[in-house]
């Protein structure tokens, strides 16, 4: 199969190019579209062949639930058994945007999206191209971020096309991604709500809205083989160059010397800070900067794409900086730094 790569300029000049992802959605196809936070590989939510065609395309495990997006908060009724008030607070206050609420499904929402459960999760992204896109289709789309399983997010469409050229019809080439990481989860269906997945909508924004909220203790550990989670997304080695990635916590000066002591005999490259860069620079050793250090959200705005820069130049051993917990973006970032690592963390 060869993929269309769609270069889009605006809505009115590409509306040809929307209708025809639009048709090809309505007949059974998948095709790859920007979003807020990273590309989504989308199909009908409501049909059970098209959704196995996702699973097909990125080899992902058949028991990892989808998102399914929509346009209009009126639709979120229509798929689930209830809307509860707190899911009305979060919309009011954070949709369109990079939030996905986890609610009890109904009927029209076929197991295939849910990978069984009774549950769905659903999001209202903010980008246009996206929006777009849904509404040509004319039903909400089930969409998991458009990389192979267990590669990182997506964050531009030449990340999309490196995995998944031959193995989709369409990609629809939106630019960067703003926000860099996947949305923040939160699960609306317990006694309190509780994050899953910690995202560009914060924990203290949450909180700000809705009280008192649990925070799923696997956002910042290791996964047990065989343990219970509450999503299956976080089993999954996820976001992960080939080569080992560790974290090293501890001063600039401390970090370098321990990069230098642990590189001999291997080829050993960084991921590090925009501040840091230059102290590797008559180190032989290579770095790729994320970001600031007193910037998160540029440190979610790169570090997908960092990674695969790293993995490109296929490094034995990714020493990797994180930044400090704080009330922002922070969390995020550790979160999915911390699972490219396996938690894998040395002080210095
Ligand atoms: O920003 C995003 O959310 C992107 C864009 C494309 O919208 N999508 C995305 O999808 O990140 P994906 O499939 O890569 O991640 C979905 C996560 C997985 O960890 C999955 O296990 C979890 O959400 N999930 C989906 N449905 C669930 C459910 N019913 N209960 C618990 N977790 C669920
Ligand atoms: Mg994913």
Same mark, same amino acid.
């Given at each position: 199969m060869t993929t269309q790569l769609i270069k889009v300029r605006g809505i009115m000049e590409n509306f040809d190019d929307f209708v025809r992802a639009g048709n090809l959605l309505k007949n059974g196809e998948v095709v790859a579209i920007p979003t807020e936070t990273v590309y989504g590989l989308a199909a009908?939510? #409501?049909s059970p062949d098209a959704v196995g065609k996702i699973f097909k395309a990125k080899g992902r495990p058949q028991d990892n639930p989808l998102i399914v997006h929509i346009?209009? #908060?009126?639709?979120l009724a229509k798929i689930t058994e209830e809307v509860p008030e707190s899911a009305v607070k979060l919309a009011e206050n954070f949709w369109p945007g990079p939030l996905t609420m986890i609610l009890k499904k109904n009927e029209?929402?076929?197991l295939e999206v849910t990978a069984g459960l009774s549950t769905v999760a659903v999001r209202f992204p903010s980008h246009k191209y996206a929006r777009a896109v849904i509404e040509a289709a004319g039903v909400p789309l089930a969409a998991p971020s458009a990389n192979l399983s267990g590669k990182p997010s997506p964050t531009s469409a030449q990340h999309v096309m490196r995995d998944l050229a031959g193995k989709i019809p369409m990609i629809i080439d939106g630019g960067e991604c703003e926000v860099g990481l996947e949305s923040t989860v939160i699960d609306l269906t317990g006694e309190k709500p509780m994050l899953l997945r910690p995202g560009a909508v914060t924990l203290s924004e949450l909180c700000r809205v809705l009280g008192d909220i649990l925070v799923n203790p696997k956002i910042s550990e290791e996964v047990d083989d065989g343990e219970m989670v509450a999503?299956?997304?976080?089993?999954y080695k996820h976001y992960s160059p080939e080569a080992p990635v560790v974290i090293i916590d501890g001063e600039a000066d401390a970090f370098v010397r321990y990069v230098m002591a642990n590189s001999e005999g291997k080829k050993a490259a960084v991921l590090c800070f925009d501040e840091e860069k230059e102290l590797f620079s008559d180190t032989g050793i290579s770095a790729v900067s994320y970001g600031s250090k007193s910037n998160p959200e540029t440190l979610a705005h790169g570090l997908f794409s960092a990674l695969r820069t790293l993995d490109e130049m296929s490094p034995d051993i990714i020493y990797a900086r994180e930044p400090e917990l704080s009330d922002g973006m922070e969390l995020a970032v550790v979160n999915r730094l911390g699972r490219a690592a396996a938690f894998n963390r040395i002080s210095v």
């Open positions: 009908s939510a #409501f346009s209009d #908060f009126d639709d029209k929402i076929p999503s299956p997304g976080m089993k």
